[in-house]
Every structure is written in C-alpha cells, then in structure tokens.
C-alpha cells in the first residue's frame, strides 16, 4: 500500500514557475513507477509526465516538453514536477500516481495502470 501526498500548487502569472512534490509513504517507494496527471474542468484526466522506478526513463507529453521536468529522489521517497514558463491552458489540478514496476526503464502514461493517487493540488496560471 502506498499513499501519496502532493504538495506545491497555487495561483501564479503566466511565465512564471511552480514546483509540485509527491510525498510518498512505505519502504519500496524505489520500486514503483511514478507519474503526474493533471485534470482540468470538464476535461479528461490527462498524463503529464511519467517516471521509471530508477528515474532513468522519463516521459513528457507534447504541450509540456522543455517546460516541465520530472525527477525522483527515492532516498526521500519523493518525487517532483518542476514548471517553467507556465501558460494559462496549465491550469488543472494536478495529480501524482504509482504503480508497481520491476522494470528500471519502464514509465507509464495511461492513467488506468496507475494502481496509487493523491488528492491534488490545485494549480491556476493567470493571463
């Protein structure tokens, strides 16, 4: 069992930046794929960016590349979504999730093989 805890969100200006944390609990957080999806209203919820349990292989979706960075730090069971040059369409609530990996490599993008959630954290770029 896993339950994580995000943490970071708020109301910034367009251009600015973010950090959003996932704060994960239990001993094995190293063997578990990790990702950030974020669901904005009337909309489906979407992938972001997705991480392997090692943080060797990472993944971005189009309208994120070279703004957003993912990373992992399994030493403090946590990970991370840095947000740069945010944009009004960023606006959502964010989500981390987890899922069991025995592969190092191997990220997840479809929110379905996502096993674990937090609650969200609320982020809102203003124009």
């Known amino acids: 069992q896993v339950q994580l805890v995000e943490s970071g969100g708020g109301l910034v200006q367009a251009g600015n930046s973010l950090r959003l944390s996932c704060a994960a609990s239990?001993?094995?957080?190293?063997?578990?794929?990790m990702g950030w999806f974020r669901q904005a209203p009337g909309k489906e919820r979407e992938i972001v960016a997705a991480?392997?349990?090692?943080?060797?292989?990472?993944f971005y979706t189009d309208s994120v590349k070279g703004r957003f960075t993912i990373s992992r730090y399994n030493a403090k069971n946590s990970m991370y979504l840095q947000m740069n040059s945010l944009k009004p369409e960023d606006t959502a609530v964010y989500y981390c999730?987890?899922?069991?990996?025995?592969?190092?490599?191997?990220?997840?993008?479809?929110?379905?093989?996502?096993?674990?959630w937090g609650q969200g954290t609320q982020v809102t770029v203003s124009s």
């Open positions: 999730a987890a899922r069991y990996s025995s592969h190092i490599y191997t990220y997840y993008s479809s929110p379905q093989t996502y096993d674990y």
């Open positions: 239990g001993r094995t957080f190293s063997t578990y794929a």
């Open positions: 991480i392997s349990s090692s943080g060797r292989g990472t």
